[in-house]
């Protein structure tokens, strides 16, 4: 059914670009747009793109109107993500990692102990870092308007984790990404590939002894029902872009550029904002479920991810590596 749903929406969206704008007023065009997200109403990002959609539309007095899907409607993100690069779908919010299916270098933003805590990532994404970021998916055949979060990734468990070493030895669900299986070996961890949606069963069973995911993730997936120990050990942080189709951003004409990054940047700043706020109010309700929260020390996290990062460098060669790497490091003393 998103196949075929993809298939329609891509015969309609030709359509559109041999038809793409009609007289609006006296010589002013109106533009027919596409943008999508793989998440849920209820997530920060997806309240992200309503509230583009909402603020382009009023500014540009209707002369863009946008068509939003949700909820992985036109298929999952890796399909989207190709649909928005072949100019079928205009643009959405999807993450780094989605695109890096086009430019693998984008896979290091998600190395171990990149970004060290929300404010320094928010920081980083209006810096050479971020700049950096948006050439690397521009590389890829992506427009990045601008940065906004999806997350740092935390491990849940059924047994305290204190500190970083009362990993080893746990059986882990871990998903098939070279960072997370890693450095999650890295910890000392049995790493266990179950689907994501047997998670729960598989918890509940004893088979794995924990997981790790965003918090948002693991709120939505119920995990806290069965595991009652999450240690904030913040390993790998996830970044979402609103993404667009490079042809798509640069037929517009400049007033209406102007407003399309005007309502990009507010929506990412609105974002980032209530991202931190709802996770704060998840761990809250996760500790009136019974749920004990441990802080391990960052440091020592991140000195025993240290071989997982040495092995993700071997994939690039030396001099992006030794780039990358300084820029990261700078921002973190910015």
Request: net charge negative.
């Amino acid at each position: 059914m998103k196949k075929t749903i993809a298939l329609l929406l891509a015969l309609v969206m030709l359509f559109a670009v041999a038809n793409f704008g009609t007289a609006f007023a006296a010589g002013e065009q109106t533009f027919e747009m596409v943008f999508a997200t793989h998440l849920d109403e209820n997530h920060p990002i997806t309240k992200a793109l309503y509230m583009f959609k909402d603020q382009v539309e009023k500014e540009s007095d209707g002369r863009i109107k946008i068509t939003t899907y949700i909820n992985s409607e036109l298929g999952d993100p890796t399909e989207v993500i190709d649909q928005i690069r072949m100019g079928v779908v205009d643009g959405g919010l999807f993450t780094t990692g989605h695109m890096a299916y086009y430019n693998d270098k984008l896979n290091a933003t998600m190395w171990p102990y990149m970004f060290i805590s929300y404010d320094h990532a928010a920081a980083a994404y209006k810096g050479e870092v971020g700049d950096y970021m948006k050439q690397m998916a521009a590389d890829g055949g992506f427009k990045v308007l601008d940065w906004m979060y999806y997350g740092f990734r935390n491990l849940s468990t059924n047994k305290p984790v204190e500190k970083i070493s009362d990993v080893a030895g746990l059986k882990i669900r871990v998903p098939s990404e070279r960072v997370n299986q890693l450095t999650m070996q890295a910890f000392g961890a049995n790493c266990q590939t179950i689907a994501f949606s047997e998670l729960y069963l598989a918890l509940s069973q004893g088979r794995v002894d924990g997981q790790e995911n965003p918090i948002a993730t693991m709120d939505s997936s119920k995990v806290y029902e069965v595991n009652k120990y999450i240690a904030m050990i913040e390993y790998t942080f996830f970044t979402t872009g609103m993404v667009m189709n490079p042809d798509s951003y640069d037929k517009l004409p400049d007033d209406l550029k102007a407003i399309v990054d005007k309502a990009s940047a507010d929506a990412a700043a609105f974002e980032m904002e209530m991202f931190v706020e709802e996770e704060e109010k998840l761990i809250e309700k996760f500790k009136e479920a019974g749920v004990t929260f441990t802080y391990p020390d960052k440091d020592e996290c991140a000195a025993a991810a240290q071989p997982a990062l040495d092995e993700l460098k071997k994939d690039y060669d030396e001099d992006f590596v030794t780039e990358w790497l300084a820029m990261i490091e700078a921002s973190k003393a910015a």
